[in-house]
């Protein structure tokens, strides 16, 4: 008899954005004369840097001659694109990660997703509330959890963001061995300080955990004096695996390139207790599982690192940035209390109602969408989450629409 895994029956089923979907189609059938405004989604909507496009089209060429075919490449990416990325991303920053510590793959969502295989079982893990709910479903999956009741799995340690802690949650009470950090944060926006962090390495260094640190939104942070990667704090190579993504920052969500840096100091413990290092065991999974990504979409990618590359991502973060404090500045004219916008492309607002109600308050009154903060966790009900992820014309007319309806 085929058995399934019941641990994915305990899975809640998402209606987040099913149900936005039918609300937004009623509204519509409403009112066909209405353009609505979307700014719940979490999908950049620029097109990808000339220097990748031409970085892109030049490799698919070198594909189509005999001397330029690639077959199966490097499972943890070509040696081009790995120095790139740990020459740009961090020696420059002062962060010493080496080449063969950068595993290139094809998606921040994926390698956040299935580093939990190499942990035990009993691992206690430690997961944000409001959160990017990959983390959390993977370990459902795997069985780390108990049942779902009332907002909460048993058996998971919740860290807790809200207003009281600025969003950035305080360090676990009770022991846990695995924690996921993602600043800027989804769906918060909010960011963290090299002192904060540096209080959660010293906690993970402590108590033998690990840290799993997501930093897609990482080339939104415009504030000097904020973290870029977790390696800028000390010892974090020993206790930090981070997670990096050119979704966000190069347009690439439907091109799919990102990378995962495991530093050789960083450990993990056998049941004995032993140190075995993580670096091996995520290169035997890494090439196990996955074939490597497509040779034009990792010149694609070096691209970004090209100087005209840099200086069109940087003008794609600006340009969304530039949404972003309009957002803010809008909405926090109205009254409403805002985190985020500054340093990510996401503003949290505090509806001071139900997550629902200030959905359907904004679409039925200025035909905009948003993400009801409730769907991210216990602690993003009273929220809702604005994007910047749509065109300059569409924010200036969607904030309009708001301020004439709530004013
Ligand atoms: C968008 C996003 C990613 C990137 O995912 P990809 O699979 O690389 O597109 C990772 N983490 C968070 C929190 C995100 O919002």
Same mark, same amino acid.
């Given at each position: 008899?085929?058995?399934?895994?019941?641990?994915?029956?305990?899975?809640?089923?998402?209606?987040?954005?099913?149900?936005?979907?039918?609300?937004?189609?009623?509204?519509?059938?409403?009112?066909?004369?209405?353009?609505?405004?979307?700014?719940?989604?979490?999908?950049?909507?620029?097109?990808?840097?000339?220097?990748?496009?031409?970085?892109?089209?030049?490799?698919?060429?070198?594909?189509?001659?005999?001397?330029?075919?690639?077959?199966?490449?490097?499972?943890?990416?070509?040696?081009?694109?790995?120095?790139?990325?740990?020459?740009?991303?961090?020696?420059?920053?002062?962060?010493?990660?080496?080449?063969?510590?950068?595993?290139?793959?094809?998606?921040?969502?994926?390698?956040?997703?299935?580093?939990?295989?190499?942990?035990?079982?009993?691992?206690?893990?430690?997961?944000?509330?409001?959160?990017?709910?990959?983390?959390?479903?993977?370990?459902?999956?795997?069985?780390?959890?108990?049942?779902?009741?009332?907002?909460?799995?048993?058996?998971?340690?919740?860290?807790?963001?809200?207003?009281?802690?600025?969003?950035?949650?305080?360090?676990?009470?009770?022991?846990?061995?695995?924690?996921?950090?993602?600043?800027?944060?989804?769906?918060?926006? @909010?960011?963290?300080? +090299?002192?904060?962090?540096?209080?959660? *390495? /010293? %906690?993970?260094?402590? $108590?033998?955990? #690990? &840290?799993?640190?997501?930093?897609?939104?990482?080339?939104?942070?415009?504030?000097?004096?904020?973290?870029?990667?977790?390696?800028?704090?000390?010892?974090?190579?020993?206790?930090?695996?981070?997670?990096?993504?050119?979704?966000?920052?190069?347009?690439?969500?439907?091109?799919?390139?990102?990378?995962?840096?495991?530093?050789?100091?960083?450990?993990?413990?056998?049941?004995?207790?032993?140190?075995?290092?993580?670096?091996?065991?995520?290169?035997?999974?890494?090439?196990?599982?996955?074939?490597?990504?497509?040779?034009?979409?990792?010149?694609?990618?070096?691209?970004?690192? @090209?100087?005209?590359? +840099?200086?069109?991502?940087?003008?794609? *973060? /600006? %340009?969304?940035?530039? $949404?972003?404090? #309009? &957002?803010?500045?809008?909405?926090?004219?109205?009254?409403?209390?805002?985190?985020?916008?500054?340093?990510?492309?996401?503003?949290?607002?505090?509806?001071?109602?139900?997550?629902?109600?200030?959905?359907?308050?904004?679409?039925?009154?200025?035909?905009?969408?948003?993400?009801?903060?409730?769907?991210?966790?216990?602690?993003?009900?009273?929220?809702?989450?604005?994007?910047?992820?749509?065109?300059?014309?569409?924010?200036?007319?969607?904030?309009?629409?708001?301020?004439?309806?709530?004013?």
């Amino acid at each position: 008899m085929i058995t399934i895994n019941e641990h994915y029956n305990k899975l809640q089923a998402s209606y987040l954005f099913s149900d936005i979907a039918k609300r937004v189609t009623r509204y519509q059938d409403e009112n066909p004369d209405q353009t609505i405004i979307k700014l719940g989604i979490g999908d950049v909507t620029k097109p990808l840097p000339s220097a990748c496009i031409a970085a892109f089209h030049k490799a698919v060429e070198e594909m189509a001659s005999a001397e330029g075919f690639r077959g199966y490449g490097p499972e943890q990416g070509y040696e081009f694109l790995r120095e790139a990325i740990a020459e740009h991303d961090f020696r420059a920053r002062g962060a010493e990660i080496a080449n063969d510590e950068i595993f290139v793959s094809d998606g921040a969502k994926c390698d956040t997703g299935n580093f939990q295989e190499l942990f035990s079982p009993a691992t206690v893990i430690a997961i944000p509330d409001p959160v990017y709910p990959v983390y959390l479903d993977t370990n459902v999956m795997a069985g780390r959890t108990g049942t779902f009741s009332d907002g909460r799995y048993k058996g998971v340690v919740y860290l807790e963001s809200t207003r009281e802690n600025n969003f950035v949650p305080a360090l676990p009470t009770q022991p846990v061995d695995l924690i996921y950090l993602c600043f800027p944060n989804n769906p918060t926006g @909010s960011t963290i300080s +090299k002192e904060e962090l540096k209080t959660w *390495v /010293d %906690y993970a260094r402590q $108590n033998k955990a #690990l &840290i799993l640190f997501d930093a897609a939104y990482e080339a939104f942070i415009k504030d000097e004096s904020l973290p870029k990667t977790i390696y800028e704090i000390e010892g974090a190579k020993e206790v930090a695996v981070e997670f990096r993504s050119f979704s966000k920052s190069g347009g690439f969500t439907g091109t799919r390139c990102a990378y995962t840096v495991v530093p050789k100091d960083c450990m993990a413990y056998k049941g004995d207790g032993t140190r075995q290092e993580l670096h091996g065991l995520w290169n035997r999974r890494h090439c196990t599982k996955f074939d490597g990504v497509s040779y034009p979409v990792q010149r694609a990618a070096e691209a970004l690192y @090209s100087r005209e590359g +840099k200086q069109q991502s940087e003008q794609l *973060v /600006d %340009y969304y940035m530039k $949404n972003a404090e #309009l &957002i803010r500045t809008a909405m926090s004219e109205l009254g409403f209390s805002c985190v985020g916008g500054d340093n990510s492309p996401y503003i949290w607002i505090e509806g001071k109602m139900d997550s629902w109600k200030f959905f359907d308050l904004l679409l039925d009154e200025a035909g905009v969408v948003c993400t009801p903060g409730a769907g991210f966790g216990k602690c993003g009900e009273g929220y809702i989450r604005l994007s910047a992820f749509n065109s300059f014309e569409n924010v200036s007319l969607a904030m309009e629409r708001i301020k004439d309806s709530l004013a």
